[in-house]
Each structure stands twice: as C-alpha cells, then as structure tokens.
C-alpha cells in the first residue's frame, strides 16, 4: 500500500515548493498599473485563459491530436497509450518525448521490450536522430532490461521491492530534471506471471503512478500491449483506472482499405467524448492525426 493517499484534488504542479507567502507588492507604481485591466477585456480573458491551458497542458507534439485534446495531457498525470503490436505506440511515445526535449521539458525513456541501442538505431532509420538530445541531457533512456533479467535470473521476482524500481526511475528524473516520462511497455516492469501476482501486480502499479504523481513534476505516458482480438486495454485491468486519459492505437479495415485508428477512450478534465480518428505514421513526423473517422466513413459512403 503507498504510504500516503493519493491527493484527491488536482493541484498545480510545483506548487509543492512555492513559498506560503507571496513576496509583497512593489511600491513602484509603474509596475501596478502593468497588472490593470487593458482596455479590451475580451483579448485579456482570452490571452489569460490561453495561458492557464499552456500552464495546465502539455502538448503531446502529435500534431491534430492537442487540438482535439484543447491543449494535450493534463501535466503531472498518467496516461495510457495501449494498441495491439505495431500499432505505433513506442513511435507515439518518443513523439510526446522529443517535443517535450526540443521546447524545454527534459524527457525519461524506460526501455523494457528492446535494447536502447536497438532502438535509437531504429529511431534514427525513422528520421529521429536522438543523439544530441541524448548528450545535452534533453533525453534520457534508463534501460530496464539488464536489471530485470539478472533479479529474474535469481529468482527472485517475489523480492523485487517496488520502492527500489520507483527510486530508481524518480532517481533518473530527477538528474536531467524530467518533466516527461515513459514507461514502454509497463507490464514486463511489473511482474504478473502467475495468477495470484495480479493482486500484486496491481498494488505495485498503484504505489507507482501515486509516487509518480506524487512528484508534481512528470507528466508521464505507459503503454500497454493488447493481445490480437482482445477487448481489454491493460494487462492487470487496472491501469485503465490509474490513468487520467487512454488512447487506444489498432488498425482497422474499412472498406477494403486498411487504416490506423486512434480511440480516445477516456481523457479527464477534456472537452472530448470518446471518439476515433485516422491517424499516419509518417517517418521523421510520426504519430499525423488526418481526420475523424465518422468523416471518413461519410466519404467513403459517398463515393
Ligand atoms: N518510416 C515509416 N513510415 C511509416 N510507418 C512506419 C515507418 N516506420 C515504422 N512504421 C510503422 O510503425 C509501426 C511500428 O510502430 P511502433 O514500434 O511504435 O509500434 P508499437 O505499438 O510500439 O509496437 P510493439 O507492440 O511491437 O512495441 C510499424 O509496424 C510500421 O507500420
Ligand atoms: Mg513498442
């Protein structure tokens, strides 16, 4: 069990540190009247509330999607990307992370399916030379496997302590001081092989993203594998729950074309309604959001 319940109200990240009293008003009366109502009310509330959003939402850099989202993923929450193998999920993933890097929020990469090297190597053959990034600190991939193959090795899966795994992951946040993270694929993290881990499994997740949110500082993205044909979205059924939004990645064939589909499933706090959407990958742009599906299928009747 965490330590301590999760906050139920959604506060500010960093305000954590934020000093109990504000500093007072300076007696320059230049600066005050700098604070005063512009004449034109209107452009005020609308600049105010394009503010506040940014404040509140960081963009996923998928280009369509933040608009449909108003703004991208709630900062400082968790949310699920979940598709069947190939879908586009780690291409997704890396998309929310290279623009966080390139506008000033550092970015963590938990590798557990594939080697990093493997990966950058793949990324780089995509359009994504990561390596800059990687050098500047703007990029950081922790890779997992290593450390998990020699516990399993052991056998000692029933000992891995949650709270060495959290630590670690929060360590590494916080040396190039990430403000995004991922975690590609989560289950493999948590071990759930036999059926009375599940109960495990879960309560592991929900110390996680607790200690993660906790943080105030990570706006974070786990992805979950959903086996061919399966109607579940999660391996333990409850990060689905844990998740403040899910975006279901999976191909679809419509009309003899096959196409990618994007489901927004759930998005907290989002002027959406679960709705689906055609989507490309294309190399060196990635995740491309082309038009919602019910628009597609209004074509596809027509013509
Ligand atoms: N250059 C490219 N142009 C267009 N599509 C590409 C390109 N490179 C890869 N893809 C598509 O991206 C898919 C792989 O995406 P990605 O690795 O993000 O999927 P995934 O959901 O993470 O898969 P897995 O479940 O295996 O981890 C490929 O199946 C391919 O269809
Ligand atoms: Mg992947």
């Given at each position: 069990m965490p330590e301590q319940a999760p906050q139920e109200a959604y506060e500010l990240p960093?305000?954590?540190?934020?000093?109990?009293q504000l500093p007072p008003i300076p007696a320059d009366s230049s600066s005050i009247e700098e604070l005063s109502y512009p004449e034109d009310s209107y452009a005020y509330n609308t600049q105010q509330a394009v503010i506040a959003r940014k404040a509140l939402f960081a963009p996923t850099g998928v280009p369509g999607l933040d608009d449909i989202l108003a703004g991208g993923f709630l900062r400082g929450k968790t949310y699920l990307v979940a598709g069947e193998a190939g879908c586009g999920k780690t291409i997704f993933s890396i998309q929310f992370l290279l623009h966080g890097a390139l506008n000033g929020e550092p970015g963590l990469y938990i590798a557990i399916d594939e080697p990093t090297n493997q990966l950058l190597r793949g990324l780089k053959i995509f359009g994504w030379d990561l390596r800059d990034l990687i050098s500047s600190k703007r990029l950081m991939f922790l890779d997992m496997r290593t450390h998990f193959s020699k516990i399993y090795m052991r056998d000692e899966r029933k000992h891995i302590e949650p709270r060495y795994i959290i630590e670690q992951i929060l360590n590494a946040a916080k040396r190039i001081n990430a403000k995004r993270l991922v975690?590609?694929?989560?289950?493999?993290?948590?071990?759930?092989?036999?059926?009375?881990d599940v109960l495990y499994a879960r309560e592991f997740l929900r110390e996680m993203v607790f200690a993660i949110e906790k943080t105030g500082e990570l706006t974070t993205i786990l992805t979950s594998e959903i086996p061919t044909?399966?109607?579940?979205?999660?391996?333990?059924?409850v990060e689905e729950f844990l998740a403040c939004g899910i975006i279901v990645l999976a191909i679809e064939e419509i009309y003899g074309n096959v196409e990618r589909i994007m489901y927004i499933r759930k998005a907290r706090?989002?002027?959406?309604?679960p709705s689906k959407y055609i989507f490309d990958i294309v190399s060196g742009k990635g995740v491309v959001v082309r038009e919602p599906l019910s628009e597609y299928l209004k074509r596809m009747r027509r013509s």
């Open positions: 960093g305000t954590a540190s934020m000093p109990e975690i590609d694929p989560i289950a493999p993290l948590v071990y759930g092989g036999k059926e009375e044909g399966s109607t579940k979205l999660s391996r333990f059924g706090w989002a002027p959406v309604k």
